[in-house]
């Protein structure tokens, strides 16, 4: 019995170990279920077990009592088989004893008789004795002294039967007697009688043996029925024994099935992965039905309180608590003793049973607070309306590791899953965070090649600003020396302006003084030429009369001109003197009128005078330099007007007196009312040849006005007459300085007017000292448009111009200049770049860029040098003042040779007739003709009748292509061949364009620009004939007149793609008598050494090989030529852009024979050329 | 470093530095003919420090040690002198003008030459191409694109480009007036963008330094943007002469933002054609 305590407590620690295991590792449902199974296992072993070694224990016990049964029969055997033995002992004894008589009968009988019938007895009894001995012997091994006898008869037998024998022998041999003799010796009957004696005494011992043997038997006999007595009591005992051991397993085996369906069954309820609440519910529902419980209550572990987690067969309405705690009532109490708690045969309870018919509370109650490794991890209440299964206590004591277990493991999954979830949610976060790195990353490799690209964007900025700042540091130099050059040029002006004012000053003065002196011999000669006029001697012809009159006159002009200058010089001077008095206004209108009212009569003007309202009677003034300010006034309106009126108002304007002269006459252009009162100046420069006048009038006019403090003003349409308004102040303080202030400072003038524009210096008079031939220009007549605004050098090229036979245009100032170009079109132009508003470079420009005006030839003079800028602009050519009368001649010279070339012809082929149109309309002007045809056979017609200096060709025509067209011309020699520009519509193809610029060097494409690049390459063709070649080229071309005998015949290959270096080397070449074979990259070069190389008269000599070059450059090409065993002397001159000497070591390399750097150098190359070519 | 050991951090340190970069660039010009002697000096210096500090150099002068014994590092060093940056269509208004102004006056001529010089890693050489396409003239035009920096012009000959640049070269092109889209003219694969071969058919690729090398020829449009910026003076006059005589009459000359002809010994040989945007024409008797 204590075994199977040992045995069934092991399981049990083994089950709760293993438990306890699962809680720790929350181990899966399955394992538990394995333990379980396996622990339901052990039991029934052990019921088995106990079963078994009792059925062993009676099979013990009959073996025992057989062996003891078998021994007691063996007893039993042994102890009549030694009975028997004795008897055989007696019996043998006796036997010998006979068998021994038997001997000696038949010896007596066979001694007696003689007859041997007699020996048979003796002769059987011999082997007997024998026998009977041995078998005595054996039986009485086991008592010696027995043994001890039977030796002792056996020497008495031995002699008896000696004897016997001895006697039957001797009776054979020797006769009865000598036998007798022997038997009478006895000795025979001694041994007999031995033998008897012996043979008693064992056979009285073997008696009392088998005495003592027979009692021994009976006391075996005894022994053997106790022992079977006592095994078969035994036996009954045993019997009994087992049966209850047995019987008790069974009970043992129940209990323990059920407990374990119990346990197996709560496990597969609380199987899978549930919510604890499930897991609660399953629970309960397993356990209240397992255990016929009707109520039930689950209590999880939540910290540490209680919290109900399910209910069984409790009505929704029940007061059950949801929770509690520790000690708190009796669940409280049950888990403060760990243990379950079995209340039983209660009144009440807080559980209750609840169904549709009624409510019941239990009367028995288990609460079991479900616990492993000493966590009470849930409470459960059972109620029992009845008597609950015995071992249910068992069981939930069982079950509630179980429970535990899986409370703890629902628990460890919940928190598991929430970790899980924590921990998806976490991965998710990790995720989107790894996502967000890795754009950031993106980002930041974006970002980090952005700022590389911007660093290096940077650096590109750095060198840009750098640029920048070195290009404003320039600018800043250069403002610095402009600064410097104007400070000087302000010095110098300073300087000169105080030299001009002294000057100035002197002029004046010596004007003022001069006056008299002036008009003295003037005054005299007036008179004298009055007296000859008079002709009062009578003595005059009428035609010498006239020429008096003439002087008079010339000098009256004079004289006023003396006086105007005079006057002028004076007020610039400050030497003009007011003298104010009060002026009567009235009069002075009185006197005014009276004055012109003549020559308004003359010219049939009405004459109007006017005060207006409000006038005062008089005015403060000087009355004599008003007067003459009026009367200018007058006068000019009186002359620039042929009909209509004059009016003179006199009108009171806010504290001004106005005067105003309106005329209806011929009026002043707006961009002039701003120049009439610049001295020297007139609205119209030709007006002073039809009205006379010396333009000072109104200059001195203002001067007046503002030394009276007051304002001259016009207002004027062209055609409808001029007003002009004198403003003066009604009072005026007529101190010295102010008057003194007021001939430097003009006083502002009143809103309105037109203010005058000082800016423009006063230009000497233009056509007073040279004038010029623009009335005498005729179409076609030669003539110079001389550009100058000084005007003694303005004369002496207007009279250099008369000696070569030029019509003389006269220009002052630049605006002039580009309005009578563009108006007479001169045939050259004579240009001063210092012109008084702009650059005569800005002409230059403006005439190039003038359709009308670009072919003129100019010709720029000037004090500055500017010669690049005006030679790129176009200008033929250029002197630098002063500039010497040869020169001078030298230089129109030019220009008349350049006009001296006949009229330009340009011969037009164009099959469209509005395009046609168009072209000669572009081309043609004064010195361009241009004949324009349709097809290409009226050009061949006029090409066979005329020159022409050149062809504009349009590729497609009706009748034949271009090409053909040309190919003709080339080949015929019966027409002339002028130089093409190709003018086509058409895109050409390259080799078409390599074909045509065999004959023409320009070829232009139709489209937008085309009209203005046809323009420009005619114009330039035109005039470009006389140098075609550079200097350079042409002085070789002097020096190699006569024909290079190391050269001439020679071929050579040039391999270049640039155009200008085939045409320079060409042009180079062929004078010298080479032949030239052209290849526009390195596969036409070998194309072209292939096909030449077979024919000995077309063989390449030497060949000069550009390096950079389409389709094959020239260092490859070089290789492919060494490579072919032909070539490999053939001289080759490589022709590089590349300047260091390793690039030029390349082409050594490549396998050429000589390199030449470019640009090429003439001299150099026809050296190199002598060189290499072979001789 | 140097600043702060030295009391005046600027014209001592300067000056060695100044001397070090002469010395160091007559090392390079004299042993493999790279010619940046002529460059302003500024930038030079500012790039040869970037150099100095990636290839770990205490001084120039360790540099130029370097330089002078491992010649492969000439070709790293290359391109740090050289400012490897551009973009398709930089600025979109210099090829808007082109196609409105500039192309109108090379449609009149048969055959077209083309000089892009300095023209990096290609992206000029393939606005240009492109351009051309769209205004019919590809087919005549031969296109000279030249750099010293043999390996940008690998990468030109390549003409490949990260895929992410497409975006600013796409509206780039539209802004410079495209008449199609640009990726009729790319494929992409492996995030780059390859462009069309044909493009450069009619394209001489050479390295050519405007430094030391002549003319190779004649040409009707020189595009040379921003390469001047890092000229001093004298070289600046020497390239825009190789211009000069390269272009024909009437030829243009297309050059940087930041660059004018205006102070240039040379600039009586060209006017102005679009002033905003650095064209000039070459005079008729330049």
Same mark, same amino acid.
């Given at each position: 019995m204590l075994l199977i305590g040992c045995l069934s407590s092991r399981p049990y620690g083994h089950q709760r170990q293993t438990v306890a295991a699962v809680g720790r590792g929350g181990i899966g449902d399955a394992t538990l279920i394995n333990l379980l199974k396996k622990a339901a296992t052990d039991r029934q072993l052990r019921t088995d077990l106990i079963i078994s070694l009792s059925l062993a224990m009676i099979a013990v016990f009959f073996v025992i009592s057989g062996m003891i049964s078998f021994l007691n029969v063996r007893t039993l055997n042994r102890n009549a088989e030694l009975v028997a033995e004795t008897h055989e002992v007696l019996l043998g004894l006796n036997n010998i004893m006979s068998l021994l008589k038997d001997a000696e009968t038949g010896q007596r009988g066979f001694l007696l008789?003689?007859? +041997? +019938?007699?020996l048979q007895p003796y002769e059987e009894a011999l082997p007997a004795v024998e026998n009977q001995m041995m078998a005595l012997e054996r039986a009485m091994e086991s008592q010696p002294h027995q043994v001890r006898r039977l030796q002792a008869m056996q020497g008495h037998i031995d002699s008896k039967l000696a004897e016997l024998t001895r006697t039957v022998d001797l009776y054979r041999q020797e006769g009865p007697d000598a036998a007798l003799v022997v038997i009478r010796r006895n000795r025979g009957k001694a041994d007999m009688d031995a033998m008897r004696g012996l043979v008693s005494d064992m056979q009285d011992e073997t008696r009392s043996i088998r005495q003592a043997r027979l009692v021994e038997r009976q006391e075996a006999f005894v022994t053997a029925f106790a022992s079977v007595l006592i095994s078969a009591v035994i036996g009954v005992i045993l019997s009994v024994a087992i049966t209850w051991m047995i019987s008790r397993a069974a009970t043992l085996r129940r209990r323990s099935e059920w407990l374990q369906s119990g346990q197996a069954g709560l496990s597969a309820a609380l199987l899978?992965?549930?919510?604890l609440d499930q897991l609660a519910r399953n629970a309960l529902i397993y356990l209240a039905k397992y255990t016929d419980a009707h109520a039930a209550a689950f209590y999880a572990a939540d910290g540490s309180a209680y919290k109900r987690a399910a209910t069984y067969g409790v009505p929704v309405d029940d007061d059950l608590p949801k929770n509690f705690t520790r000690g708190q009532g009796l669940l409280g109490e049950a888990v403060v003793d760990g243990k379950a708690m079995v209340i039983n045969n209660i009144a009440d309870s807080h559980l209750t049973v609840g169904a549709a018919l009624g409510q019941w509370r239990p009367k028995h109650v288990i609460i079991l607070p479900a616990k492993s490794d000493g966590v009470i991890e849930a409470v459960i209440e059972l109620g029992f309306l009845h008597a609950y299964p015995p071992a249910t206590a068992d069981l939930l004591e069982r079950a509630s590791e179980v429970i535990s277990v899986a409370v703890r493991s629902a628990n460890y999954r919940a928190a598991l899953e929430s970790f899980l979830e924590e921990t998806q949610r976490q991965s998710q976060e990790l995720q989107t965070q790894s996502e967000e790195l890795r754009v950031n990353n993106e980002e930041l490799e974006e970002q980090s090649r952005a700022l590389k690209e911007s660093h290096v964007r940077l650096e590109q900025q750095q060198a840009e600003l750098e640029q920048t700042n070195y290009l404003l540091q320039e600018q800043a130099a250069q403002l610095e020396v402009q600064r410097d050059d104007l400070s000087r040029a302000k010095d110098e002006v300073d300087v000169k302006a105080i030299e001009l004012e002294q000057s100035s000053r002197y002029k004046s003065d010596f004007l003022a003084n001069m006056s008299h002196e002036l008009r003295t011999p003037l005054n005299s000669s007036l008179i004298l030429a009055k007296l000859l006029s008079d002709n009062t001697g009578g003595n005059l012809t009428e035609e010498q009369v006239e020429f008096a009159r003439t002087i008079q006159s010339s000098g009256d002009d004079l004289l006023a001109l003396i006086n105007d200058i005079l006057d002028l010089s004076k007020i610039e001077a400050g030497q003009m003197e007011i003298h104010p008095e009060p002026v009567s206004l009235k009069r002075l209108a009185s006197d005014l009128e009276r004055a012109f009212a003549p020559v308004a009569a003359q010219k049939s003007l009405t004459l109007i005078t006017r005060l207006g309202a409000g006038v005062p009677e008089t005015v403060i003034t000087d009355r004599q330099r008003l007067e003459q300010v009026l009367k200018n006034l007058l006068s000019n309106a009186c002359k620039f007007t042929e009909a209509g009126s004059v009016e003179l108002a006199i009108l009171q304007d806010e504290g001004r007196i106005v005067f105003t002269v309106k005329d209806t006459g011929i009026g002043i252009s707006p961009e002039h009312q701003h120049l009439v009162f610049d001295a020297f100046r007139q609205a119209d420069g030709t007006i002073s040849r039809k009205y006379g006048g010396t333009g000072l009038g109104l200059s001195i006019s203002r001067e007046l006005s503002r030394l009276l403090g007051g304002t001259l003003a016009v207002a004027s349409q062209l055609g409808l007459g001029s007003t002009f308004s004198l403003s003066l102040p009604l009072a005026n303080d007529w101190s010295r300085d102010e008057l003194r202030r007021d001939t430097k400072v003009a006083p502002p003038l009143p809103a309105g007017l037109p203010e005058p524009l000082p800016e423009r210096p006063a230009i000497p008079m233009p056509r007073s000292d040279v004038g010029d031939d623009r009335e005498k220009l005729k179409a076609g007549a030669r003539s110079i448009l001389v550009v100058e605004d000084d005007p003694s050098f303005a004369r002496i090229l207007y009279d250099l111009a008369h000696d070569l036979d030029f019509l003389c245009l006269v220009a002052h100032t630049a605006e002039d200049a580009m309005a009578t170009a563009q108006q007479y079109t001169p045939s050259a132009i004579v240009l001063d770049v210092g012109l008084p508003d702009h650059s005569g470079l800005s002409v230059l420009d403006r005439l190039k860029r003038d359709v009308r005006t670009r072919h003129i030839p100019v010709h720029v003079v000037s004090a500055g040098d500017y010669a690049h800028t005006a030679l790129s602009l176009g200008a033929v050519g250029y002197m630098l003042k002063p500039v010497k009368r040869e020169e001078l001649i030298d230089a129109f010279k030019r220009l008349e040779a350049r006009l001296d070339q006949p009229m330009r012809q340009i011969l037009i082929v164009e099959d469209d007739e509005v395009q046609r149109h168009a072209m000669c309309k572009l081309l043609a002007s004064q010195d361009v003709e241009c004949v324009a045809v349709g097809t290409a056979a009226e050009c061949l017609e006029k090409l066979k009748d005329q020159t022409f200096d050149c062809m504009v060709l349009d590729l497609s025509l009706p009748d034949a292509s271009g090409y053909s067209l040309l190919e003709t011309l080339s080949q015929e020699e019966s027409y002339a061949f002028p130089p093409v520009i190709v003018y086509t519509g058409r895109e050409i193809s390259y080799d078409d364009e390599q074909k045509l610029r065999r004959y023409s060097r320009s070829i232009i494409i139709k489209g937008a620009k085309s009209p203005e690049r046809l323009l420009d390459e005619v114009t330039l063709f035109l005039h470009q004939v006389v140098a075609e070649l550079s200097p350079e080229q042409q002085k070789l071309l002097k020096k190699a007149k006569h024909r290079d005998a190391m050269l001439e015949g020679r071929r050579i290959l040039l391999v270049e793609d640039d155009v200008r270096n085939v045409y320079a080397v060409t042009n180079i070449f062929e004078p010298l008598g080479a032949i030239i074979a052209i290849a526009r990259n390195g596969r036409e070069a070998l194309d072209t050494l292939d096909k030449t190389q077979e024919l000995p008269d077309q063989a390449i000599d030497l060949v000069l090989m /550009?390096?950079?070059? $389409?389709?094959? /450059?020239g260092l490859t090409a070089m290789r492919k030529i060494r490579e072919n065993k032909a070539w490999k002397k053939l001289p080759v001159i490589m022709l590089t852009a590349k300047a260091m000497k390793d690039d030029q070591e390349r082409c050594i390399a490549a396998g050429a024979n000589d390199y030449m750097a470019k640009p090429l150098d003439v001299d150099k190359l026809v050296s190199l050329v002598r060189v290499w070519m072979p001789k | 470093m140097d600043a702060k050991i *030295? $009391? /005046? $951090?600027?014209r001592p340190v300067g000056r060695t530095d100044d001397i070090e970069i002469r010395l160091l660039l007559e090392a390079i010009f004299q042993k493999y003919h790279y010619d940046f002697r002529g460059y302003a000096m500024a930038s030079v210096k500012r790039r040869l420090n970037q150099a100095r500090q990636k290839f770990g150099c205490a001084t120039l002068s360790a540099l130029q040690d370097r330089v002078l014994h491992e010649p492969e590092l000439m070709t790293e060093l290359l391109s740090f002198l050289t400012v490897q940056v551009s973009e398709l269509f930089r600025d979109p208004q210099y090829f808007r003008t082109l196609r409105e102004k500039v192309i109108p006056h090379l449609r009149t001529y048969p055959s077209l030459k083309v000089w892009i010089a300095g023209c990096s890693t290609g992206e000029e050489l393939y606005s240009f191409a492109i351009l051309f396409r769209e205004e019919g003239l590809e087919s005549r035009t031969l296109f000279y694109a030249t750099d010293i920096n043999p390996e940008a012009l690998k990468k030109a000959e390549a003409g490949i480009y990260d895929l992410d640049r497409l975006k600013l070269f796409t509206e780039n092109h539209r802004l410079s007036g495209?008449? *199609? *889209?640009? *990726? /009729?003219?790319y494929r992409t694969a492996y995030g780059a963008a390859v462009f069309d071969k044909s493009l450069r058919k009619n394209c001489v690729f050479s390295d050519h330094s405007l430094a030391t090398d002549a003319v190779f020829a004649e040409t009707h449009l020189c595009s040379c943007r921003n390469v001047l910026i890092y000229f001093d003076c004298a070289l600046q006059d020497r390239a825009i002469g190789l211009f000069q005589s390269s272009l024909i009459r009437k030829g243009f000359l297309g050059l940087g933002a930041k660059e004018t002809l205006r102070f240039s010994r040379r600039s009586e040989a060209f006017s102005e054609f679009a002033r905003g945007e650095r064209l000039y024409q070459k005079r008729d008797l330049a």
């Amino acid at each position: 019995m204590l075994l199977i305590g040992c045995l069934s407590s092991r399981p049990y620690g083994h089950q709760r170990q293993t438990v306890a295991a699962v809680g720790r590792g929350g181990i899966g449902d399955a394992t538990l279920i394995n333990l379980l199974k396996k622990a339901a296992t052990d039991r029934q072993l052990r019921t088995d077990l106990i079963i078994s070694l009792s059925l062993a224990m009676i099979a013990v016990f009959f073996v025992i009592s057989g062996m003891i049964s078998f021994l007691n029969v063996r007893t039993l055997n042994r102890n009549a088989e030694l009975v028997a033995e004795t008897h055989e002992v007696l019996l043998g004894l006796n036997n010998i004893m006979s068998l021994l008589k038997d001997a000696e009968t038949g010896q007596r009988g066979f001694l007696l008789t003689g007859e +041997a +019938a007699y020996l048979q007895p003796y002769e059987e009894a011999l082997p007997a004795v024998e026998n009977q001995m041995m078998a005595l012997e054996r039986a009485m091994e086991s008592q010696p002294h027995q043994v001890r006898r039977l030796q002792a008869m056996q020497g008495h037998i031995d002699s008896k039967l000696a004897e016997l024998t001895r006697t039957v022998d001797l009776y054979r041999q020797e006769g009865p007697d000598a036998a007798l003799v022997v038997i009478r010796r006895n000795r025979g009957k001694a041994d007999m009688d031995a033998m008897r004696g012996l043979v008693s005494d064992m056979q009285d011992e073997t008696r009392s043996i088998r005495q003592a043997r027979l009692v021994e038997r009976q006391e075996a006999f005894v022994t053997a029925f106790a022992s079977v007595l006592i095994s078969a009591v035994i036996g009954v005992i045993l019997s009994v024994a087992i049966t209850w051991m047995i019987s008790r397993a069974a009970t043992l085996r129940r209990r323990s099935e059920w407990l374990q369906s119990g346990q197996a069954g709560l496990s597969a309820a609380l199987l899978g992965e549930q919510r604890l609440d499930q897991l609660a519910r399953n629970a309960l529902i397993y356990l209240a039905k397992y255990t016929d419980a009707h109520a039930a209550a689950f209590y999880a572990a939540d910290g540490s309180a209680y919290k109900r987690a399910a209910t069984y067969g409790v009505p929704v309405d029940d007061d059950l608590p949801k929770n509690f705690t520790r000690g708190q009532g009796l669940l409280g109490e049950a888990v403060v003793d760990g243990k379950a708690m079995v209340i039983n045969n209660i009144a009440d309870s807080h559980l209750t049973v609840g169904a549709a018919l009624g409510q019941w509370r239990p009367k028995h109650v288990i609460i079991l607070p479900a616990k492993s490794d000493g966590v009470i991890e849930a409470v459960i209440e059972l109620g029992f309306l009845h008597a609950y299964p015995p071992a249910t206590a068992d069981l939930l004591e069982r079950a509630s590791e179980v429970i535990s277990v899986a409370v703890r493991s629902a628990n460890y999954r919940a928190a598991l899953e929430s970790f899980l979830e924590e921990t998806q949610r976490q991965s998710q976060e990790l995720q989107t965070q790894s996502e967000e790195l890795r754009v950031n990353n993106e980002e930041l490799e974006e970002q980090s090649r952005a700022l590389k690209e911007s660093h290096v964007r940077l650096e590109q900025q750095q060198a840009e600003l750098e640029q920048t700042n070195y290009l404003l540091q320039e600018q800043a130099a250069q403002l610095e020396v402009q600064r410097d050059d104007l400070s000087r040029a302000k010095d110098e002006v300073d300087v000169k302006a105080i030299e001009l004012e002294q000057s100035s000053r002197y002029k004046s003065d010596f004007l003022a003084n001069m006056s008299h002196e002036l008009r003295t011999p003037l005054n005299s000669s007036l008179i004298l030429a009055k007296l000859l006029s008079d002709n009062t001697g009578g003595n005059l012809t009428e035609e010498q009369v006239e020429f008096a009159r003439t002087i008079q006159s010339s000098g009256d002009d004079l004289l006023a001109l003396i006086n105007d200058i005079l006057d002028l010089s004076k007020i610039e001077a400050g030497q003009m003197e007011i003298h104010p008095e009060p002026v009567s206004l009235k009069r002075l209108a009185s006197d005014l009128e009276r004055a012109f009212a003549p020559v308004a009569a003359q010219k049939s003007l009405t004459l109007i005078t006017r005060l207006g309202a409000g006038v005062p009677e008089t005015v403060i003034t000087d009355r004599q330099r008003l007067e003459q300010v009026l009367k200018n006034l007058l006068s000019n309106a009186c002359k620039f007007t042929e009909a209509g009126s004059v009016e003179l108002a006199i009108l009171q304007d806010e504290g001004r007196i106005v005067f105003t002269v309106k005329d209806t006459g011929i009026g002043i252009s707006p961009e002039h009312q701003h120049l009439v009162f610049d001295a020297f100046r007139q609205a119209d420069g030709t007006i002073s040849r039809k009205y006379g006048g010396t333009g000072l009038g109104l200059s001195i006019s203002r001067e007046l006005s503002r030394l009276l403090g007051g304002t001259l003003a016009v207002a004027s349409q062209l055609g409808l007459g001029s007003t002009f308004s004198l403003s003066l102040p009604l009072a005026n303080d007529w101190s010295r300085d102010e008057l003194r202030r007021d001939t430097k400072v003009a006083p502002p003038l009143p809103a309105g007017l037109p203010e005058p524009l000082p800016e423009r210096p006063a230009i000497p008079m233009p056509r007073s000292d040279v004038g010029d031939d623009r009335e005498k220009l005729k179409a076609g007549a030669r003539s110079i448009l001389v550009v100058e605004d000084d005007p003694s050098f303005a004369r002496i090229l207007y009279d250099l111009a008369h000696d070569l036979d030029f019509l003389c245009l006269v220009a002052h100032t630049a605006e002039d200049a580009m309005a009578t170009a563009q108006q007479y079109t001169p045939s050259a132009i004579v240009l001063d770049v210092g012109l008084p508003d702009h650059s005569g470079l800005s002409v230059l420009d403006r005439l190039k860029r003038d359709v009308r005006t670009r072919h003129i030839p100019v010709h720029v003079v000037s004090a500055g040098d500017y010669a690049h800028t005006a030679l790129s602009l176009g200008a033929v050519g250029y002197m630098l003042k002063p500039v010497k009368r040869e020169e001078l001649i030298d230089a129109f010279k030019r220009l008349e040779a350049r006009l001296d070339q006949p009229m330009r012809q340009i011969l037009i082929v164009e099959d469209d007739e509005v395009q046609r149109h168009a072209m000669c309309k572009l081309l043609a002007s004064q010195d361009v003709e241009c004949v324009a045809v349709g097809t290409a056979a009226e050009c061949l017609e006029k090409l066979k009748d005329q020159t022409f200096d050149c062809m504009v060709l349009d590729l497609s025509l009706p009748d034949a292509s271009g090409y053909s067209l040309l190919e003709t011309l080339s080949q015929e020699e019966s027409y002339a061949f002028p130089p093409v520009i190709v003018y086509t519509g058409r895109e050409i193809s390259y080799d078409d364009e390599q074909k045509l610029r065999r004959y023409s060097r320009s070829i232009i494409i139709k489209g937008a620009k085309s009209p203005e690049r046809l323009l420009d390459e005619v114009t330039l063709f035109l005039h470009q004939v006389v140098a075609e070649l550079s200097p350079e080229q042409q002085k070789l071309l002097k020096k190699a007149k006569h024909r290079d005998a190391m050269l001439e015949g020679r071929r050579i290959l040039l391999v270049e793609d640039d155009v200008r270096n085939v045409y320079a080397v060409t042009n180079i070449f062929e004078p010298l008598g080479a032949i030239i074979a052209i290849a526009r990259n390195g596969r036409e070069a070998l194309d072209t050494l292939d096909k030449t190389q077979e024919l000995p008269d077309q063989a390449i000599d030497l060949v000069l090989m /550009d390096v950079m070059m $389409p389709e094959m /450059d020239g260092l490859t090409a070089m290789r492919k030529i060494r490579e072919n065993k032909a070539w490999k002397k053939l001289p080759v001159i490589m022709l590089t852009a590349k300047a260091m000497k390793d690039d030029q070591e390349r082409c050594i390399a490549a396998g050429a024979n000589d390199y030449m750097a470019k640009p090429l150098d003439v001299d150099k190359l026809v050296s190199l050329v002598r060189v290499w070519m072979p001789k | 470093m140097d600043a702060k050991i *030295s $009391p /005046d $951090p600027h014209r001592p340190v300067g000056r060695t530095d100044d001397i070090e970069i002469r010395l160091l660039l007559e090392a390079i010009f004299q042993k493999y003919h790279y010619d940046f002697r002529g460059y302003a000096m500024a930038s030079v210096k500012r790039r040869l420090n970037q150099a100095r500090q990636k290839f770990g150099c205490a001084t120039l002068s360790a540099l130029q040690d370097r330089v002078l014994h491992e010649p492969e590092l000439m070709t790293e060093l290359l391109s740090f002198l050289t400012v490897q940056v551009s973009e398709l269509f930089r600025d979109p208004q210099y090829f808007r003008t082109l196609r409105e102004k500039v192309i109108p006056h090379l449609r009149t001529y048969p055959s077209l030459k083309v000089w892009i010089a300095g023209c990096s890693t290609g992206e000029e050489l393939y606005s240009f191409a492109i351009l051309f396409r769209e205004e019919g003239l590809e087919s005549r035009t031969l296109f000279y694109a030249t750099d010293i920096n043999p390996e940008a012009l690998k990468k030109a000959e390549a003409g490949i480009y990260d895929l992410d640049r497409l975006k600013l070269f796409t509206e780039n092109h539209r802004l410079s007036g495209g008449k *199609s *889209s640009l *990726s /009729d003219y790319y494929r992409t694969a492996y995030g780059a963008a390859v462009f069309d071969k044909s493009l450069r058919k009619n394209c001489v690729f050479s390295d050519h330094s405007l430094a030391t090398d002549a003319v190779f020829a004649e040409t009707h449009l020189c595009s040379c943007r921003n390469v001047l910026i890092y000229f001093d003076c004298a070289l600046q006059d020497r390239a825009i002469g190789l211009f000069q005589s390269s272009l024909i009459r009437k030829g243009f000359l297309g050059l940087g933002a930041k660059e004018t002809l205006r102070f240039s010994r040379r600039s009586e040989a060209f006017s102005e054609f679009a002033r905003g945007e650095r064209l000039y024409q070459k005079r008729d008797l330049a």
